[in-house]
């Protein structure tokens, strides 16, 4: 139950990942990257900000404790010249405590003047790791634009092409069938001319020596009609007729030779 339990998880863990590495894009990453570089390199400022701050604060209580100490030494000497001794033995207490001060103030602030310089270095180095990365980071990103909108113009491109292969499939095929109607339409042809198959165009159980004897019917029905009209013609007509059109007439029955 244990071995399904983890593989069940695994399974999860690979399908988020994917779904992450599909919706994940470089240069928010980069982006994301660059500001906690950023906030960083503003943390260890802000660092060394307050060092040198503290190492300022204990400088100037170092320099008061000094001028305390100058001040109970000479207030020592007057208690003294005064005749004093007791106020010039407490003056000298106090200025030997400010003393011993002073001197703890000067070990802080030789300790904080290190980290001071540490911080320092540690912020020039970190700063051009961050100006570093900047460069890197507008380079990739400018890559990854470039290649992307690559990408899209290639997929259309492609997309293209399949509509265009698919347009010139269709042309093809109506090519195809155009040429094979041709040729069907001519094998026809040849077929009906040499009888082996009837013309569709002729009445139902005729053949063409039908036609050919229904056509010298028509013919001479037309020679018929043509000789009783010339005969109608009034007399001369006919010889005038002929020689404007250049043949002699012929001699009608019942003229003498």
């Not at 040429?179 to 159980?205: H, K, V």
Request: aromatic share 2%; hydrophobic share 35%; charged share 35%.
């Amino acid at each position: 139950m244990a071995r399904i339990t983890q593989r069940v998880a695994d399974l999860f863990r690979v399908k988020a990942n994917k779904a992450l590495d599909r919706a994940e894009d470089p240069r928010e990453v980069l982006d994301y990257s660059y500001e906690q570089q950023l906030e960083m390199l503003q943390k260890v400022r802000r660092g060394l900000a307050d060092v040198a701050t503290s190492r300022k604060r204990v400088g100037l209580q170092a320099d008061q404790l000094r001028q305390s100490a100058d001040k109970l030494g000479d207030q020592a000497q007057q208690a003294l010249a005064a005749g004093r001794e007791d106020l010039a033995r407490e003056a000298l207490t106090r200025r030997t405590a400010a003393a011993s001060q002073v001197d703890g103030l000067e070990e802080q602030q030789t300790s904080l003047r290190a980290e001071e310089e540490k911080l320092t270095v540690a912020a020039e180095r970190l700063q051009q790791q961050v100006d570093s990365f900047r460069t890197r980071k507008e380079t990739i990103k400018a890559r990854y634009t470039s290649a992307e909108a690559q990408t899209r113009v290639t997929e259309s491109v492609s997309g293209i092409g399949d509509e265009l292969g698919d347009v010139g499939y269709a042309v093809q095929r109506a090519q195809d069938k155009t040429e094979q109607m041709q040729a069907r339409a001519g094998a026809l042809d040849e077929l009906i001319a040499s009888g082996a198959l009837e013309d569709a165009t002729q009445p139902a159980g005729e053949d063409d020596i039908h036609a050919e004897l229904e056509r010298v019917s028509a013919d001479q029905d037309v020679e018929i009609e043509l000789a009783r009209m010339k005969a109608q013609l009034p007399a001369g007509s006919g010889t005038e007729a002929a020689r404007e059109s250049g043949a002699a007439p012929k001699d009608g029955p019942g003229e003498e030779d």
